[in-house]
Nanobody, 124 residues
Framework: QVQLVESGGGLVQAGGSLRLSCAAS????????MGWFRQAPGKEREFVAA????????YYADSVKGRFTISRDNAKNTVYLQMNSLKPEDTAVYYC?????????????????WGQGTQVTVSS
């Protein structure tokens, strides 16, 4: 079993920054790819970013490329999402997830464990 707990969400003005954290427990964190997804009201959950088990590879949705950075600290069993130049359209509940699949997963069904989510609200 895996437990994922996100933190760091909040209210920020457009152009501002936030850093989300996701603490993992219950499995060998360093062996698995991790991802961040988000879900806005009335919309489907969408991929934001993923990182390989070692942290050497990352992958981003076009909508956040150049603004968001995913990273991980395997010694702390934690994955991060640094969000800069935030826009109102980034407003959503952000979820971290762990994938037991190999490679660089980016689809929701490739992820096996999910956190409870943290709200990010960007005001204009």
């Amino acid at each position: 079993q895996v437990q994922l707990v996100e933190s760091g969400g909040g209210l920020v003005q457009a152009g501002g920054s936030l850093r989300l954290s996701c603490a993992a427990s219950g499995r060998t964190f360093r062996s698995y790819a991790m991802g961040w997804f988000r879900q806005a009201p009335g919309k489907e959950r969408e991929f934001v970013a993923a990182i390989s088990s070692s942290g050497s590879s990352t992958y981003y949705a076009d909508s956040v490329k150049g603004r968001f950075t995913i990273s991980r600290d395997n010694a702390k069993n934690t994955v991060y999402l640094q969000m800069n130049s935030l826009k109102p359209e980034d407003t959503a509940v952000y979820y971290c997830a762990l994938s037991l699949s190999g490679g660089m997963p980016y689809r929701t069904w490739e992820y096996n464990y999910w956190g409870q989510g943290t709200q990010v609200t960007v005001s204009s």
